[in-house]
Every structure is written in C-alpha cells, then in structure tokens.
C-alpha cells in the first residue's frame, strides 16, 4: 500500500502542468469587407486536455454567397508549458465552389516548423503562433498582465513580426451595456497595414471585435454576436476609422 501511495505521489509531483486561465468558450462573429455583411465566423476554444483547441469555421453569408460558396475551416493546437503558451500545430481548409486549397503547419520532430504549403523547414523562434492561434495568445498575455506584445506569426507563405501595442480603453455599446475594451494594435508603417483587436476584460480578454487593413487600405472586420449562446448587439458605427 505504501509502495502504490508512492507511486501516485511521484505521478503527480513529477507529471506536467497543463492548467491555464483561459476557459472554454464559443463565440460567434459577423465577417464585413469594407463594411459590408459577407459571412458569419464560429469560433471554438477548448481546454479539457494537454492542448488548446481552438477551431473556426468561416461561411460566405448575405449578397457574397450569391455569388461564392466558401467554407473554411482553420484549428490551432498550443501547448502551455512554463507559464506560456505555445505553438503546436495548425490546419487550414478552403473551400470555394468546387475549389478546394489547404495547407497545414507542425512541430517535427526536431521541434523545426514544417510548413506544407512552402515544403520548407524554419526555425523554432521565440513566441511563434499561427494567424488563427495568436488570439488565444494575445488573451492569455493580457491576462498575465501584459500590454505589449511581439509575435512572430506563421502565415501560408512566410514567418512574420507582429509588435502589438496598447493604444487605449475603449468602451462599446451592447444590448447588455457598456463593454469595456483595451484597444490593441500592430501596425506596419512601410505597407500601411494594420491589425487592431478591442478585447472586453470581463469576457477575459476575448477580442470583440478584430479589423484588418491591408496595403491597399481594403478593411475586414470580425464584430461579435454572441458568446456562450449569449446574443450580443454591437453596433458597428461605435468605430472609428483612422
């Protein structure tokens, strides 16, 4: 009997850590190109074992799906490991009428990141997410009290540095009152592009709404709808454009 309450003691003393802050969440979000309604995006976390799951799926919705049937499906796994969360894996399926692309990046065995749409092998490097993944990254930094951040981000084609910043609290009007969000932001001043994220604390940092702008000043926006089967009604004239 001593020998076996041994034995578990040693298991739990010496197993891995895999507790995080972030909690399980689904949440639902409203796709807009240049304010206008193209799609509906439903976004997954989940934590019940040695890996974050966070999965979405992206449906072309309103006038664009008159003209484009898209699905896409995209699942990032990290890790937490020493108080901080790291890449593991990400997938990537597209689906646009009869046209189907995908595209996947992993750990080897070399802990090397393997990149199947390139075929080429890059460094491991210092706080390394995907493009879908990094949201979970950026809500659990702010957590650990964090306001600036530098990512280095896997895209389809090449490894990319995103510097994000606290611009400042900003509050939006719900059905369900006065969310207040910290507005953080990358910006790149040779391309003009720009990746901002308003994260509501009291929804432990998720971000409510994500806009992107690229080189040719072309916008995308993610605007929340619900979360946890809870509907949510923010009002996209709350934003400002710079």
């Known amino acids: 009997m001593q020998y076996f309450i041994t034995i578990i003691l040693g298991f739990l003393l010496y197993s ?3 507790s995080t802050p972030l909690k399980d969440f689904i949440a ?3 796709l807009y190109h240049n304010e206008m309604y193209i799609g509906q995006s439903l976004r997954r976390l989940s934590t019940g074992n040695q890996f974050l799951t966070f999965s979405s799926i992206a449906e072309s919705k309103g006038i664009a799906a008159w003209f484009y049937d898209i699905t896409i499906n995209e699942e990032s796994k990290l890790q937490f490991k020493d108080q901080r969360l790291n890449f ?3 997938s990537y399926n597209e689906k646009k009428n009869n046209e189907i692309k995908n595209y996947q990046l992993h750990l080897n065995k070399q802990e090397k990141l393997h990149n199947s749409h390139t ?3 890059y460094p491991l490097t210092n706080n390394l997410h995907d493009t879908l993944g990094f949201t979970i990254a950026i809500m659990h930094d702010l957590q650990s009290g964090l306001r ?3 990512y280095t981000i896997a895209e389809k084609d090449k490894l990319k540095t995103y510097h994000i910043k606290f611009i400042e609290k900003e509050n939006l009007t719900t059905n369900y ?3 207040t969000t910290l507005k953080m932001e990358h910006y790149d001043p040779k391309t003009s592009k720009r990746f901002t994220l308003w994260c509501a604390e009291k929804l432990d940092f998720l971000p409510v709404r994500i806009r992107k702008i690229n080189h040719k000043g072309k916008e995308t926006l993610l605007n929340l709808t619900q979360f946890n089967q809870k509907t949510l009604d923010i009002p996209l004239e709350e934003e400002e454009i710079d």
């Open 28 to 30: 639902s979000y409203a």
């Open 88 to 90: 593991f894996s990400y």
């Open 16 to 18: 891995p850590s895999y």
């Open 148 to 150: 600036e951040m530098k």
């Open 119 to 121: 075929n080429e092998i």
């Open 177 to 179: 009152g006065t969310i």
